[in-house]
């Protein structure tokens, strides 16, 4: 690992804390705010690859482990991965590595729907299969009532693919960070 990895590593994570500041949208009936913090890891995993995504995603829960207050609404702490939501942080990571792979996998013919179908696969389909698992075993409630119950924030979460793959294309044209599968075989 470059220092150069470490820096985008460091730089994304503080990326995720920094959508967190984004003031969120709540809805009286839920009792979770819509943030944008969620569009971080979908922006590591394709801008970053799957190995530095996801660090940099880890690099940003242990943050919020250990105290810091990036979450939105400044939470933070180990608190925040014992409530039933806390699958959504865990499936962070996964959000990341998912994008990562598939944006990387597919570098060479990489296109807008391309990029966004990879961020609605990572950022909404395995989040989603992780937090709503995690929900329904924490709260004691049927996955059908814990999806129910999130399907309000779908729509967010397809708006944030959608900035997501955006960002992903234009970066890639500008300054990639992914290198191409056939020029890391030749390293």
């Known amino acids: 690992m470059t220092t150069r990895d470490i820096v985008h590593i460091a730089l994304f994570a503080a990326l995720t804390a920094m959508l967190g500041i984004f003031p969120p949208l709540t809805i009286p009936v839920l009792a979770v705010p819509i943030t944008a913090q969620s569009l971080g890891p979908m922006l590591a995993g394709g801008v970053l690859g799957a190995k530095r995504g996801t660090l940099s995603t880890l ?9 810091l207050p990036l979450l939105s609404g400044g939470r933070g702490g ?13 499936g962070w990571a ?3 590595l998912t994008v990562g792979f598939l944006t990387e996998r597919f570098w060479s013919r990489l296109t807008f729907v391309l990029a966004f179908l990879f961020s609605v696969v990572g950022g909404i389909l395995v989040l989603y299969l992780i937090g709503l698992n995690w929900v329904a075993m924490v709260a004691d409630i049927p996955l059908g009532r814990a999806f129910l119950a999130s399907a309000a924030f779908i729509p967010g979460d397809v708006i944030k693919a959608g900035i997501a793959a955006a960002v992903i294309v234009t970066v890639r044209r500008a300054y990639p960070m992914i290198q191409p599968a056939a020029a890391l075989g030749r390293r």
């Open 59 to 67: 690099l940003f829960l242990v943050l919020v482990a250990v105290g």
């Open 78 to 90: 180990i608190g925040v991965f014992a409530g039933p939501t806390a699958g959504f942080l865990v």
């Open 94 to 96: 996964f959000t990341a």
